[in-house]
T-cell receptor, first 112, second 114 residues
Framework: QKEVEQNSGPLSVPEGAIASLNCTYS??????FFWYRQYSGKSPELIMF????GDKEDGRFTAQLNKASQYVSLLIRDSQPSDSATYLC????????????FGKGTHLIIQP | ETGVTQSPTHLIKTRGQQVTLRCSSQ?????VSWYQQALGQGPQFIFQ???????GRGNFPPRFSGLQFPNYSSELNVNALELDDSALYLC?????????????FGSGTRLTVV
């Protein structure tokens, strides 16, 4: 059974600080990893994907992947109140027909 | 504006009824997937269609079925609705060549079963 685990939070971070979101996954065959942001009542929005070990940076966002530890993280630098949302970690295993396995999401609150 | 449109946006049905949800894929995307997101949960994969054939399915019973049309639009049909089917239903489109780069989700259909 493929599982993706996230701390549901809420995670409260002061404005301007670094928010660190974590995710672990159970299937070692997982190949692609995604972070989605979801505002209340809205659909998920893709913000980062990563498939190689190490760091990937895009603006204020950095995704980190460690396949040996089955661990994915998302760092948000210079956190803004508009970053307050639920962040969903998702994993794809191998073939394209598998769909994505999502965690339950971490609720992030940026305090002004 | 995501380019993936879903209809209707909200729907209320009675237990035991049938429902059809619709999705128009983003231009150039030939793969469509459907997800169910219950309140407070992450989306769960229902199934995926490519070239009008189902080519992947999650842990959902056969009363969840779908269609993909030649123009890559899609339908999700749910028969014999149960109260637990109340959820946000999300359609996601992608190119089969770029699945590993992520999906574009539509705005979703909120289904309430009473």
């Amino acid at each position: 059974q493929k599982e993706v685990e996230q701390n549901s939070g809420p995670l409260s971070v002061p404005e301007g600080a670094i928010a660190s979101l974590n995710c672990t996954y159970s299937d070692r065959g997982s190949q692609s990893f995604f972070w989605y942001r979801q505002y209340s009542g809205k659909s998920p929005e893709l913000i980062m994907f990563i498939y190689s070990n190490g760091d990937k940076e895009d603006g204020r966002f950095t995704a980190q992947l460690n396949k040996a530890s089955q661990y994915v993280s998302l760092l948000i630098r210079d956190s803004q109140p508009s970053d307050s949302a639920t962040y969903l970690c998702a994993v794809r295993t191998g073939g394209g027909a598998d769909g994505l396995t999502f965690g339950k999401g971490t609720h992030l609150i940026i305090q002004p | 504006e995501t380019g993936v449109t879903q209809s209707p946006t909200h729907l209320i049905k009675t237990r035991g009824q049938q429902v059809t949800l619709r999705c128009s894929s983003q231009s150039g995307h030939n793969t469509v997937s459907w997800y169910q997101q219950a309140l407070g949960q992450g989306p769960q994969f229902i199934f995926q269609y490519y070239r009008e054939e189902e080519n992947g399915r999650g842990n959902f019973p056969p009363r969840f079925s779908g269609l993909q049309f030649p123009n890559y639009s899609s339908e999700l049909n749910v028969n014999a609705l149960e109260l637990d089917d109340s959820a946000l239903y999300l359609c996601a489109s992608s190119s089969i060549m770029t699945l590993n780069y992520g999906y574009t989700f539509g705005s979703g259909t909120r289904l309430t079963v009473v």
